[in-house]
Structures are given as C-alpha cells and as structure tokens.
C-alpha cells in the first residue's frame, strides 16, 4: 500500500492507497458529476476527485481504501482519483490519524526525461489552497 507523500503524477492506474476523508467541496453538475474532496493519510494530504455516483457515496469521516488510482493533472488541479480502472471503497470511518501538510496537489510537478517521470518542482503551499486547514 503506497503513502500519500510517495504518490507522483503517472498516465497509469497503479495507485492502491487507503485515506480518511476530511472535507468534500460543492457538486459540480454537468455532462459528468464531479465532487473535489480533501483527504489525507498520516504522511500527506492531497484533493481527491469524485465522479458520477461516488459523490454522494462518501461522507467526511470515511476511510476509503483506493484501488488502482491516478495521480494526474485535471481540471486546471492535480488531483488523485480512481479513474475508468480504479475502485473507491468506504472501508471504515473516523479511526485515522492524518496530517494537511504537505499536500501533494499543491506541488508543482515538472517532468525529467533523464528519469522520464515527474518530479517535485516546488511547494505553491504547504496546505489546500482550497480546503482551509481544520483547527
């Protein structure tokens, strides 16, 4: 099971993590329903994109475990998500220790032909520029 903080940007499904969900943003209704969430793990934080049906399945609380996620640029966001191949299931709720920094959306990511995968640029922010820190 792969930490929050060893997640780079990949065009592969090969993400298997497990998270708390800590704060859902509004609904995006359109051609896809869309939900922008923060969530964390007790290494790192990172926005966590829901689509269609898993909007609503997922309440602030949830331990979801991530099966063949994608960490990659959508939206204008870096964002981890399930994608067409993932699977998001709700495997427990509110025993998580987590963090908020470092956000792992809030990196700016450069890609490196020697190593041909991204890397870490440098840190916009050190929290969700989106998702205000919980006190």
Known sequence: MLSLKDI??????D?????ILLNKHKTLEGQNKTCLALV???????????WGNECDAFE???????TDGIFSYNRKKWALRAG?????EKVGEFTMAYVETPNMSEIEWVHDPSQSKFVQKTVISPYSRIFPPIP
């Not at 602030?60 to 991530?66: E, N, Y």
């Open 8 to 13: 780079v940007p990949a065009a592969k499904n």
């Open 15 to 19: 993400i298997n993590t497990r998270f």
């Open 40 to 50: 964390a793990d007790e290494t790192a934080a990172v926005h966590f994109q829901f």
């Open 60 to 66: 602030p609380g949830d331990i979801i475990h991530l």
């Open 84 to 88: 067409k191949r993932g699977k998001v």
